[in-house]
């Protein structure tokens, strides 16, 4: 019988004790994304080329861990009509391609498939010679924009 209540009474007690346990769900961080606060060292905005109706602006600049990202503003828009567009950063506002050699005045990004807020983040994180971003359709082997970073 003493055995009984014990073990009811653990019961009891363990059940009071989980129940009272409050769930904690896991934080999932998005590495690709900055953290916290973003804070732009250069800023340029978007010059149309090519038809693409190209608006919007760009800035350099790290988040709150000290990761560099370059960030697009809300206010971006491009002709996305092939789906998606190459994101570069120059050492000038003139995509110049060396496929023998490669280019150092070349910093490829990623592709861009939205309008709006965009995020890429840099890594490695580019010299300080690269001071344009660039917009290039590769499948029509266009510019759509670029953005002096000053």
């Known amino acids: 019988m003493k055995k009984s209540i014990l ?3 653990a019961l009891v007690a363990g059940l009071l004790f989980t129940a009272c346990t409050e769930e904690v769900e896991p934080e999932i961080i998005d590495s690709s994304q900055p953290q916290g606060d973003f804070t732009a060292s250069a800023t340029g905005d978007f010059v149309e080329q090519s038809g693409a109706g190209s608006t919007g602006s760009a800035s350099l600049g790290t988040d709150s861990e000290g990761t560099t990202f370059l960030q697009f503003s809300s206010s971006f828009n491009t002709n996305l009509a092939t789906g998606t567009v190459t994101v570069y950063l120059s050492t000038s506002s003139e ?7 490669g280019n150092p005045d070349l910093y490829l990004v ?6 709006g807020v965009n995020n890429f983040k840099l890594d490695p ?9 660039i917009l290039w359709c590769g499948s029509a082997n266009v510019p ?5 970073l000053q």
């Open 110 to 115: 990623g592709g861009v498939r939205n309008a």
């Open 144 to 148: 759509f924009g670029y953005a002096e």
């Open 95 to 101: 995509f110049t391609t060396d496929p023998g050699n």
């Open 7 to 9: 073990l009811s009474a």
């Open 125 to 133: 994180v580019p010299g300080s010679q690269f001071t344009h971003v």
